[in-house]
C-alpha cells in the first residue's frame, strides 16, 4: 500500500486533498446573515414538506395533439397487415385528403402538416396525401455541382415519425408516380376511436 492512498474508504488520500484545495482556495464563505437565513428556512421542515412547497414540474404542451389521444396509451405501436401495407405502396387507397406544402419554409410546413394530419384523424379519415415536392434544383444548391436535396422532403418523413404525429399515424410510404412519386407520401392513419 502506498502512502498516497487512504487507509480506510471514507478518508482521502494526499493528492485528493490537494485537488480539493486548490479547487476551494478561491471561494469565499457564506455571509453570516445568508448562513442565518437558509437554516432558519430549513428549521423544523422535513424533506417532505419542502418537495410539497416546490412548484409543479411543468411539461410542454403540443397543442396540435387532439384531445382524444391524450388518453390513449399503447405499449405496442400498431402495424398493418401487409395486404394493406401493399394497397398502400401501390397507391389502391383512395385519397381522402392533400396539403401540398410547395413555397412553405420549414417552420411554416411543419405547423401545417401537424396541423393537417390532426385534423384529418379528428375527421376519421384514413389515407391523405402530402405533397413535399422533389426539391432539386441546381439554382438553389451551395455548389453548383451537387444538385441540392429537397427540405421538405427530407424533413417531412422524420416529422411524421415523431411525436405527436406518430402517436395516429400507422404508416407513411412515398407516393405512386401518378401521385408525386417521391415528391408526395401516402399517409395512413389509425381509427380514431
Known amino acids: 500500500m502506498s502512502?498516497?492512498?487512504?487507509?480506510?474508504?471514507?478518508?482521502?488520500?494526499?493528492?485528493?486533498?490537494?485537488?480539493?484545495?486548490?479547487?476551494?482556495r478561491d471561494m469565499?464563505?457564506?455571509?453570516?446573515?445568508?448562513?442565518?437565513?437558509?437554516?432558519?428556512?430549513?428549521?423544523?421542515?422535513?424533506?417532505?414538506?419542502?418537495?410539497?412547497?416546490?412548484?409543479?414540474?411543468?411539461?410542454k404542451k403540443i397543442v396540435s395533439?387532439?384531445?382524444?389521444?391524450?388518453d390513449k396509451k399503447n405499449s405496442e405501436p400498431a402495424q398493418l397487415d401487409k395486404r394493406t401495407a401493399e394497397k398502400l405502396r401501390k397507391g389502391q387507397?383512395?385519397?381522402?385528403?392533400?396539403?401540398?406544402?410547395?413555397?412553405?419554409?420549414?417552420?411554416?410546413?411543419?405547423?401545417?402538416?401537424?396541423?393537417?394530419?390532426?385534423?384529418?384523424?379528428?375527421?376519421?379519415?384514413?389515407?391523405?396525401?402530402v405533397i413535399t415536392g422533389k426539391g432539386i434544383s441546381n439554382s438553389t444548391s451551395e455548389d453548383w455541382l451537387v444538385p441540392s436535396k429537397g427540405v421538405l422532403k427530407e424533413n417531412v418523413p422524420y416529422w411524421l415519425s415523431e411525436a405527436p404525429l406518430n402517436e395516429i399515424i400507422l404508416?407513411?410510404?412515398?407516393?405512386?408516380?401518378k401521385d408525386g412519386g417521391s415528391g408526395a407520401l401516402y399517409v395512413y392513419l389509425k381509427r380514431n376511436r
Open 93 to 129: 387507397f383512395p385519397i381522402e385528403a392533400r396539403l401540398d406544402l410547395h413555397g412553405l419554409n420549414k417552420t411554416q410546413a411543419h405547423e401545417k402538416l401537424v396541423r393537417f394530419i390532426t385534423s384529418c384523424y379528428a375527421q376519421e379519415l384514413r389515407c391523405v396525401l
Open 3 to 24: 502512502m498516497d492512498e487512504p487507509k480506510d474508504k471514507n478518508s482521502l488520500s494526499k493528492e485528493d486533498l490537494e485537488l480539493w484545495e486548490s479547487h476551494v
Open 171 to 177: 404508416k407513411h410510404v412515398f407516393a405512386q408516380p
Open 28 to 59: 469565499a464563505d457564506l455571509p453570516e446573515s445568508e448562513k442565518e437565513d437558509f437554516e432558519t428556512l430549513l428549521e423544523g421542515q422535513e424533506i417532505e414538506d419542502i418537495e410539497k412547497e416546490l412548484p409543479p414540474f411543468e411539461k
Open 65 to 70: 395533439q387532439p384531445p382524444s389521444l391524450k
